[in-house]
């Protein structure tokens, strides 16, 4: 059975989504308390963590940043916030998802389905080398000789898939159907921020403009 973690303020929103989520089969973990939410959401090993963008005392964009830090446990945003600035920072801090409250039932259980089925045998291999880097799909890392760095489980995939078709352009669409099996429910900035993420972190390890933007084509990793 796979493990959510729901964190949200209001009682009634909460009580709720997680009736839905029990409902539908999952083990649901309700986290009240705000202060050092992030080494709960580690302790508490679960499979996807549900978060609010708005908090008392704190933000849902602040604990994703200091989450990503120590884990890349896929995280949704749920957000009354329709802004673009408010969607592009959660992306950006490491958000896989977002989704605007009040959000329909069965798209949320659409997205988390989505998630699990992302989570293909192939991510079970050994490690993988590109240009003196080693991706290990099972921890969710990228290391050279110097350095080891955390993707999110976005990050992770679109390199993945990438790699696996080096040398060949990756159309958009055919990207945000690997990643979201549905592209009709996804903004198409969300993967623009997604891949731009991935950008700056490959750079981290010396892996400058390795990932080409072929325009009105898609992406070519040579």
Same mark, same amino acid.
């Given at each position: 059975?796979?493990? =959510?973690? !729901?964190?949200? /303020? /209001?009682? !009634? ?20 308390? #705000?202060?050092? %939410?992030?080494?709960?959401? %580690? ?8 978060? /609010?963008?708005?908090? &008392? ?6 604990? $994703? ?6 884990? @890349?446990? &896929? ?24 989704? =605007?409250?009040?959000?329909? &039932? ?9 998630? #699990?089925?992302?989570?293909? &045998? ?19 890392? $990228? ?37 979201? /099996?549905? @592209?009709? #429910? =996804? ?20 892996? %400058? ?10 992406? =070519?990793?040579?």
């Amino acid at each position: 059975m796979k493990k =959510i973690i !729901v964190i949200e /303020d /209001d009682k !009634v929103l909460r009580e709720a989504l997680t009736a839905l989520l029990r409902d539908n089969g999952y083990e649901v973990c309700q986290m009240v308390k #705000f202060d050092k %939410v992030e080494k709960q959401i %580690v302790e508490e090993k679960a499979d996807l963590v549900l978060l /609010d963008i708005i908090l &008392p005392n704190t933000n849902g964009q602040e604990i $994703l940043r200091n989450l990503r830090d120590i884990s @890349n446990v &896929p995280v949704i945003m749920l957000t009354s916030k329709t802004g673009e600035i408010d969607e592009i920072l959660a992306m950006s801090y490491g958000a896989d998802d977002y989704i =605007i409250k009040p959000y329909n &039932p069965t798209l949320l259980l659409l997205k988390i389905e989505a998630f #699990f089925r992302r989570l293909k &045998p192939q991510e079970q291999q050994e490690e993988i080398e590109y240009r003196g880097v080693f991706l290990n799909p099972l921890k969710s890392t $990228l290391r050279n000789q110097d350095k080891e760095i955390i993707l999110s489980k976005n990050e992770i995939s679109i390199f993945h898939y990438l790699l696996k078709h080096r040398g060949k352009i990756v159309s958009r669409d055919e990207l945000m159907d690997y990643l979201w /099996d549905c @592209n009709d #429910f =996804i903004d198409d900035n969300t993967l623009t921020v997604n891949i731009n993420r991935l950008r700056k972190k490959l750079e981290e390890i010396q892996l %400058v403009g390795v990932i080409e933007t072929r325009r009105r084509q898609g992406y =070519i990793l040579i």
